[in-house]
């Protein structure tokens, strides 16, 4: 196994690690956020990291390349970027820094949704989030974001919002 060189190798290791714990064992279950219904989301805030689970269209990250698209390969540092340039979360007009972005099951190869988990970091107090969507195809009509504030391990807050390609924006909390 290769040894982890530097502090930020170790922290996105970290911050991959507790995603999967996270969305596997569900802390608390009701924030959990595996086995996503096609056009749905959640996102679980705990302190000042946001944890986000988001099912999309496959579409939205099929390379230009015909060859590749035919066989739908995805290279991961192609997910995470258009992940990155469609995808924004802010708090009180402060944008949150992505630490990580993955697909639920490794490069996302097969089916028409995959699952994109990714978990951001504000740079301070969260009092609400602001998520907004330039990821649209004909296929994802709406997405419904299911959100969740934890504290010391209870769901302290929940709400739930949809966005649509006329409403790319919505607030919770």
């Keep these: 196994m290769r040894l982890l060189r530097n502090a930020q190798q170790r922290r996105t290791c970290l ?8 969305l596997v064992w569900g802390t608390p279950p009701e924030a959990s956020a595996h086995l996503l219904q096609q056009g749905h989301g959640t996102l679980n805030l705990i302190g000042t990291t946001a944890y986000l689970a988001l099912s999309l269209p496959q579409a939205l ?32 007009g402060r944008e949150a ?6 697909p639920a099951q490794g490069t996302p190869q097969e089916g028409t949704e995959w699952v994109i988990l990714a978990v951001a970091e504000f740079p301070g107090p969260v009092q609400s989030v602001t998520l907004t969507s330039h990821l649209w ?4 009509a709406t997405l419904t974001l299911t959100a969740t504030r934890s504290q010391e391990g209870q769901v302290v807050e929940r709400d739930q919002q949809i ?7 919505q607030t919770v909390f």
Excluded at 15 to 22: E, F, G, R
Excluded at 97 to 102: C, G, N, T
Excluded at 163 to 169: G, H
């Design 163 to 169: 966005l649509s390609p006329e409403e790319p924006q």
């Design 15 to 22: 911050a991959a690690v507790l995603l999967t714990l996270l």
């Design 97 to 102: 820094r992505w630490m990580e972005i993955l």
């Design 61 to 92: 990250f099929l390379p230009e390349n015909a060859e590749a698209r035919a066989r739908k390969r995805v290279a991961l540092t192609h997910l995470k970027q258009v992940f990155q340039a469609g995808i924004e979360l802010q708090s009180d």
């Design 137 to 140: 195809t004909d296929d994802s």
